[in-house]
């Protein structure tokens, strides 16, 4: 809505490189990954409550800009940021294999929205670290992932970075997923990225931001499956706090659950089809209580 702050004719630029240590064979079972994944919203118009309209970088240094992550903002004041509104993710990954069937992988993904949380500056607090296991294909588990995500962090509450005047930390408030100009990190009113994040479809005041963006959540995901057909299991759990900037008074929590079985019908109605049947339910205070189904008819030309 227009009371609230908004933009139009945004760009986006993202980037990323990963390096692999260590092929994936029998003779050589460890490997290594790891990699930077940057995103940036730039140029556009920002209709703002507070500063009016603005008028976003353009030409070839905003893209200069928006590819090394540089710049700064025509709003920015005494303390500069970068152009735009950048974030994104330090990615690690490490397997172990055992022959063909059996792999075993942890891995940690660190985010941030400034350099302050992109280098050593402050302590890497906020992260998802995942374990994942594949085994033969079998009835019961073929793959399981555990996954912890926590970002209440966000490099502190309050004011700035330290500088050369003020050499304390009081807090750098990186509000995750939301810009003061480019709002929330989402299109059509679903957040891109983590779905953990409350989207602004959520939002009773029909703004753009991000309302639940501190919070801690644990994720499971189950798969098994035989030449009949498979099924997927996947629940998470999470409870959030709100921004710090819109603290909730009580801690919210959210239980989001689906299952899902597809089954190979019989070769006699015809080769190549397969009957889909998922049903999801989110219970809880932070989305509301919803539940839904899907029932999906496939056909493979090839099979």
Request: aromatic residues 12%.
């Amino acid at each position: 809505r227009e009371t609230s702050h908004y933009a139009k004719q945004v760009m986006l630029h993202t980037k990323a490189g990963y390096l692999r240590i260590g092929p994936d064979d029998e003779v050589h079972r460890y490997s290594l990954e790891m990699g930077l994944e940057m995103a940036c919203q730039f140029g556009g118009t920002m209709y703002h409550t507070q500063f009016g309209t603005v008028e976003g970088a353009r030409g070839m240094k905003a893209y200069w800009n928006a590819l090394i992550g540089g710049g700064s903002d025509e709003v920015d004041a005494t303390y500069h940021n970068v152009g735009g509104n950048q974030l994104g993710s330090w990615v690690a990954r490490v397997n172990y294999q055992w022959g063909d069937g059996v792999r075993l992988s942890v891995y940690a993904d660190h985010f941030f929205e400034d350099h302050s949380q992109m280098f050593w500056q402050y302590a890497w607090k906020d992260n998802l670290i995942g374990v994942e296991a594949t085994l033969p294909k079998n009835p019961v588990v073929s793959s399981a992932v555990f996954e912890y995500l926590g970002t209440m962090d966000q490099s502190g509450p309050i004011y700035h970075d330290h500088n050369p005047g003020l050499s304390d930390h009081i807090g750098g408030d990186d509000n995750y997923s939301n810009h003061y100009l480019y709002q929330g990190w989402s299109h059509w009113g679903q957040v891109m990225g983590n779905p953990l994040y409350r989207s602004p479809l959520y939002n009773d005041d029909a703004t753009l931001t991000i309302g639940d963006n501190r919070f801690y959540g644990w994720h499971m995901g189950l798969k098994g499956g035989c030449e009949r057909g498979d099924y997927r299991l996947l629940a998470s759990w999470q409870r959030g706090y709100g921004t710090y900037q819109h603290p909730l008074l009580t801690p919210a929590d959210n239980l989001s659950v689906m299952a899902e079985a597809t089954v190979r019908l019989p070769e006699r109605w015809g080769r190549g089809w397969l009957l889909r049947a998922a049903l999801g339910l989110d219970h809880g205070s932070l989305l509301g209580n919803n539940a839904g189904g899907q029932l999906t008819l496939i056909y493979h030309l090839k099979d």
